[in-house]
């Protein structure tokens, strides 16, 4: 008997928080890049370099979890190959 691994559900709060923090975050970026006492071009580098890190690091998140949920699929394959490997096996059969 294989025991299946609990999923973890996160909450609609837990959701709602994480949404809630990156916008304030980028809010407080965003004003305190217009508030800068620099030309225009220095404050659209600026912002522009935001939003390219903002991209990385959801591309950064992607990857990660597409690898952890990847090799969790092959570790069920292979579990999966054992148990049925365990489950055809007779220790009292005669070698041939």
């Not at 691994?5 to 890049?33: D, E, M, R, W």
């Not at 591309?59 to 579990?79: F, H, N, P, Y």
């Amino acid at each position: 008997m294989s025991e299946t691994p609990v999923k973890q559900q996160n909450s609609t709060a837990y959701y709602g928080q994480a949404i809630a923090s990156f916008a304030l975050a980028l809010g407080a970026t965003a004003i305190g890049i217009y508030s800068l006492d620099v030309s225009g071009w220095i404050r659209a580098f600026l912002a522009i370099s935001v939003l390219y890190l903002t991209t990385s690091a959801f591309t950064l998140a992607k990857v990660i979890r597409d690898k952890q949920e990847a090799g969790q699929l092959v570790s069920r394959v292979d579990q999966a190959r054992i148990e049925k490997i365990l489950a055809e096996h007779d220790p009292f059969k005669p070698v041939a």
